[in-house]
């Protein structure tokens, strides 16, 4: 109802594009973002379609419009319109991120890793593209020697994140490297860590001390790139 009272006021002011500004155009972007975060997706994507005749959609507009597509089925333009912001040079890193997610929830592992890499060449210190390179890297399969450069680079420029910690050591645990992985885990302090699967991954690898012969830490792949 909330989207039809907000259309409904507008129509009473003249539903053609003629002569309406930019201004018109943001304006109905952020009704539909409001629209978007109570829900109401079919409402958002028809003022972001008449906000399209007026402006370029701005990236989180066009995340919006993208979920919205999503939402009703149309999952080959949620897809062209998730690579589109996840390709976007200009697009602030939160609203990236997300729909680097989202690409990575349709199966496009692929284009994940290729925006993230994007990201990196533009800005190399930029801890969490690296590490979802890392991870995206591993649901196509890369071996863990193959993203654990990655994961470190993250790790070095955050060290104060956990997961990157955590996941360093899984990763350099299965890579044979068990004596580096237990000196990272050894200054985790435990009450910092929530994730039952990173503590679990944890003891694994420290109890391997006294277990040489236990199989390493396996990380499954919503926690890390292990």
């Given at each position: 109802m909330k989207g039809k009272r907000r259309r409904e006021g507008r129509s009473g002011a003249g539903s053609s594009s003629q002569g309406v500004g930019a201004a018109d155009g943001r304006a109905l972007e952020r009704q539909a973002l409001e629209l978007g975060l109570a829900g109401e997706m079919?409402?958002?994507?028809?003022?972001?379609?008449?906000?399209?005749?007026?402006?370029?959609?701005?990236?989180?507009?066009?995340?919006?419009?993208?979920?919205?597509?999503?939402?009703?089925?149309?999952?080959?333009?949620?897809?062209?319109?998730?690579?589109?912001?996840?390709?976007?040079?200009?697009?602030?890193?939160?609203?990236?991120?997300?729909?680097?997610?989202?690409?990575?929830?349709?199966?496009?592992?692929?284009?994940?890793?290729?925006?993230?890499?994007?990201?990196?060449?533009?800005?190399?210190?930029?801890?969490?593209?690296?590490?979802?390179?890392?991870?995206?890297?591993?649901?196509?399969?890369?071996?863990?020697?193959?993203v654990l450069p990655h994961v470190r680079q993250a790790f070095e420029l955050a060290p104060e994140v956990p997961l990157y910690r955590i996941t360093l050591a899984c990763l350099l645990d299965a890579c044979g490297e068990q004596e580096e992985a237990r000196e990272l885990l050894r200054e985790v302090p435990m009450d910092a860590v929530q994730c039952r699967c990173c503590l679990r991954r944890m003891a694994t690898i420290l109890q391997r001390a006294l277990t040489p012969d236990r199989p390493a830490a396996e990380t499954p792949p919503g926690n890390g790139p292990a």
């Amino acid at each position: 109802m909330k989207g039809k009272r907000r259309r409904e006021g507008r129509s009473g002011a003249g539903s053609s594009s003629q002569g309406v500004g930019a201004a018109d155009g943001r304006a109905l972007e952020r009704q539909a973002l409001e629209l978007g975060l109570a829900g109401e997706m079919k409402a958002a994507r028809e003022l972001l379609e008449e906000a399209l005749v007026l402006v370029p959609l701005q990236p989180a507009a066009r995340l919006l419009l993208a979920d919205c597509h999503a939402a009703e089925g149309r999952v080959a333009l949620a897809y062209d319109l998730y690579r589109n912001v996840a390709f976007d040079a200009e697009c602030p890193w939160r609203v990236l991120a997300a729909a680097v997610e989202r690409l990575g929830r349709l199966g496009a592992a692929a284009d994940a890793v290729q925006a993230c890499q994007a990201q990196v060449s533009r800005d190399p210190g930029h801890h969490e593209a690296h590490f979802a390179i890392a991870f995206y890297g591993r649901r196509l399969g890369r071996s863990a020697e193959a993203v654990l450069p990655h994961v470190r680079q993250a790790f070095e420029l955050a060290p104060e994140v956990p997961l990157y910690r955590i996941t360093l050591a899984c990763l350099l645990d299965a890579c044979g490297e068990q004596e580096e992985a237990r000196e990272l885990l050894r200054e985790v302090p435990m009450d910092a860590v929530q994730c039952r699967c990173c503590l679990r991954r944890m003891a694994t690898i420290l109890q391997r001390a006294l277990t040489p012969d236990r199989p390493a830490a396996e990380t499954p792949p919503g926690n890390g790139p292990a």
